[in-house]
């Protein structure tokens, strides 16, 4: 066995595990559109997200934190692996998404276009 086939016992468990769908709000402005994703124990390190093909990917970790000294008594939360994939609008500039993660919340932030943009149009008379 090569050492690139040797395949960690944590490496393992996490290909068998079941890929949960994270619940998700949609948002639209006239600048953009905003995924908000809930992925408890999720950060930066354990998410990641693509586009292509106009198909925008969010997939990863999470395993929310047990605190110290606490016993688990029930578990509502999904933890394992996550994944989610959305078909974006030809409205979309994919060269400027930006995506952020704070306290388990995932932001997508989807700028439109700038010919796409509702401008007011000045009327003379």
């Known amino acids: 066995m090569s050492k690139d086939q040797v395949v960690t016992q944590e490496q393992a ?3 068998r595990a079941p890929v949960f769908s994270p619940r998700v709000d949609i948002r639209e402005s ?4 905003t995924v908000v994703a809930d ?14 093909n106009r198909v925008l990917t969010i997939e990863g970790w999470g395993r929310p934190a047990k605190p110290e000294g606490h016993e688990l008594l029930g578990q509502e939360f999904g933890t394992g692996r996550f994944r ?3 078909t974006l609008p030809d409205t979309v500039d994919s060269e ?3 995506a952020r993660v704070k306290c388990g919340v995932l932001t ?3 700028p439109k276009r700038d010919e796409v943009k509702a401008r007011k149009i ?4």
Do not use: H, N
């Not at 006239?30 to 559109?33: A, D, I, Q, R």
């Not at 992925?39 to 292509?52: F, H, I, M, N």
């Open 39 to 52: 992925l408890p124990g999720a950060d930066a390190k354990s998410v990641e997200a693509t586009v292509q």
């Open 30 to 33: 006239p600048e953009c559109f």
């Open 96 to 98: 400027r998404i930006q």
């Open 13 to 15: 468990v996490a290909e």
């Open 108 to 110: 997508v932030t989807l």
């Open 84 to 86: 989610r994939d959305f």
């Open 122 to 125: 000045q009327v003379s008379g």
